[in-house]
């Protein structure tokens, strides 16, 4: 419509109404990198949620302590009138967690001596380092289980039969040995039945799994059984997309940790941890440069136990190797077995304060998912 002079009125909606800008607070809480800021004196004034997960303390724990307590590194020999970045480092996280990690530090102009650090650590290339280092662990465990197998388990039928028609022959201080040799045959029948487990090589068949119903499953049969007096908490994300995975697998291996979690606590009343959480950017480099694999889903088991005795950390995967006095040292063996069998990663850790005992999984997300990255990324 036109006015008198040539002037216009335009009609229609309003203009949309432009939403203030968000606080730097908010942006600070916001971003994914870890974020600490600290003072002229290294002390931390303020940390952000990702600092929160990377640290495994609360922002009150860390506010008001050293930036050295933090990350192993004092960052007072670094001029703090300007800017750095140091790529590939080790640090050392609270409870003594050594970490490859790159840090930034830029400081606050308007604050003398405040700088804001970044810290982004490198906890997936740990991961698969571990579990390189024990693959030839789990392929000899394999070679032995299969040959033991087949020469031990056998000749033990005809032993324990023996053993059976010499009592009903034998005076009664006699078989009380016989019963001895039947038990003890029966004993060493079921160690090789557990490491049968390790001689099958096919391939599993990996379908899309609700890891929240199995880790219900495994849960009940362990409050039912070995774990029962035992709390068994719950820390889930519930948005968290199905697995790539094989039920009865999963099952068998969740229901090993939490066993070995029971046993490592040893008294009734401790509390076991089950949590779930999506990991952005875990990938593990697959084999013959056939680009990296995808393992956002990380499942963890949490006990308040002493962990392992510091010698056999390295080797704790590895088969017949066990602190406990009845064990036989193949739980974990077959745990990692039966991981890689779903190409993840498992990983023992110590973390937070008071230290608890962490036993991670990494797994693939089912292909075709919602929102679904592929489970094959490019070199």
Do not use: C
């Amino acid at each position: 419509m036109a006015l008198p002079g040539g002037s216009l009125i335009r009609f229609g909606r309003k203009p949309a109404t432009v939403p203030d800008r968000p606080a730097l607070s908010e942006l600070f809480a916001a971003l994914p990198a870890p974020l600490l800021t600290i003072d002229g004196a290294g002390q931390v004034i303020d940390a952000n949620p990702a600092a929160e997960n990377l640290l495994n303390l609360s922002r009150a724990a860390i506010t008001g302590r050293s930036i050295e307590e933090m990350i192993g590194h004092p960052l007072t020999s670094v001029s703090n009138d300007a800017p750095f970045a140091a790529y590939d480092i080790d640090i050392v996280l609270p409870v003594g967690r050594p970490q490859r990690a790159d840090i930034m530090v830029a400081p606050l102009p308007e604050r003398q001596g405040w700088r804001l650090v970044v810290v982004h650590g490198h906890p997936p290339g740990h991961m698969i380092g571990r579990r390189s280092g024990r693959e030839g662990g789990t392929l000899t465990a394999i070679g032995a289980a299969a040959m033991l197998a087949h020469e031990i388990k056998n000749p033990l039928s005809g032993i324990r039969g023996a053993a059976q028609l010499l009592e009903a022959s034998a005076d009664p201080d006699s078989r009380d040995l016989t019963r001895l040799i039947r038990d003890e045959v029966d004993r060493v029948a079921a160690l090789i039945d557990r490491m049968e487990g390790f001689t099958d090589t096919r391939p599993i068949e990996l379908g899309p799994q609700n890891i929240h119903a199995i880790l219900a499953h495994a849960r009940e049969v362990a409050l039912q059984g070995f774990a029962k007096g035992f709390a068994i908490r719950e820390l889930y994300d519930p948005s968290l997309p199905p697995v790539m995975g094989h039920r009865d697998s999963l099952v068998q291996i969740l229901i090993n940790l939490l066993k070995n979690a029971a046993e490592a606590m040893k008294s009734e009343g401790g509390t076991i941890t089950l949590k779930t959480a999506y990991r952005h950017g875990v990938r593990m480099r697959m084999e013959q440069g056939a680009g990296h694999r995808s393992l956002p889903i990380e499942v963890s088991v949490i006990d308040e136990g002493p962990g392992a005795p510091p010698e056999i950390e390295e080797h704790l995967f590895d088969p017949f190797v066990t602190s406990k006095r009845s064990g036989g040292g193949l739980g974990l063996a077959l745990v990692e077995k039966l991981v890689a069998d779903h190409g993840g990663m498992v990983e023992y850790a110590r973390e937070g304060m008071p230290p608890h005992t962490v036993f991670r999984l990494l797994l693939p997300r089912a292909l075709g998912a919602p929102g679904d990255e592929g489970n094959k990324e490019a070199t």
